[in-house]
């Protein structure tokens, strides 16, 4: 066990629809990542927070928002879905120093129909 | 910008074989370099890491060897078990700045036959 939690587990939801995935990070944690997983893709960075501040920014569409709260859980929120947004969103999180490593969490698998 | 290249999959071994997956780097500086494993249903765990060059990582039987000359960063294991079945993923991290993020290849799925 990582530590880091995420749910829901799986959501199958349809186009057009606006999902939010959930991230708790390890206890004691400031940092908080976003990655999607696709096949044709693989790992893709989205979103890195740290301290409830925004700090790098990857491939994330318009579309998609994230948010770190004072708790430092973090939401990421997707809209206006498409088919192609079906992917494992993985959350990971660290203490925020440049070389600890990153503790994941077991993703939440999106299904857009 | 920062990229990973590592060998395609699947790769299919008997139990006790040698297993190789060669994984090169693109990155300006000095890079920290992972291997991270993804056991099936789970999330991506650290397997080892190394953050200077000539520096070797290992952990489980695991190894690779930071080379900066060839920037590759190669993972072996003289005998692999059953339960090495996995996606292995090789990954940088970039130096300096304060962003922390790492870049990942797209993984390589390794099959342990008995």
């Known amino acids: 066990d990582s530590g880091v939690t995420q749910t829901p587990k799986h959501l199958i939801t349809a186009t057009g629809q606006r999902v939010t995935l959930r991230c708790s990070p390890r206890s004691g944690d400031l940092s908080v990542y976003w990655y999607q997983q696709s096949l044709d893709q693989g790992l893709q960075f989205l979103i890195q927070y740290y301290n409830g501040e925004e700090r790098a920014k990857g491939n994330i569409l318009e579309r998609f928002s994230a948010q770190q709260f004072p708790d430092l859980h973090s939401e990421l929120n997707l809209s206006s879905l498409e088919l192609g947004d079906s992917a494992l969103y993985f959350c990971?999180?660290?203490?925020?120093?440049?070389?600890?490593?990153?503790?994941f969490g077991s993703g939440t698998q999106l299904s857009v129909l | 910008g920062n990229s990973v290249t590592q060998m395609e999959g699947p790769v299919t071994l008997s139990e006790e074989a040698f297993l190789t997956i060669n994984c090169t780097y693109t990155a300006t500086g000095y890079p920290s370099l992972f291997w991270y494993v993804q056991y099936p249903g789970e999330g991506l765990q650290l397997l080892l890491k190394?953050?200077?060059?000539?520096d070797k990582g290992s952990n489980k039987g695991f190894e690779a060897t930071y080379r900066k000359e060839t920037t590759s960063f190669h993972l072996e294991k003289g005998s692999v078990q059953v339960s090495d079945s996995a996606v292995y993923f090789c990954a940088l991290r970039g130096s300096g700045g304060s962003n922390y993020k790492l870049t990942f290849g797209k993984g390589t799925l390794l099959t342990v036959n008995p």
């Open positions: 990971a999180s660290s203490s925020g120093d440049a070389n600890e490593k990153l503790f």
């Open positions: 190394a953050t200077k060059a000539d």
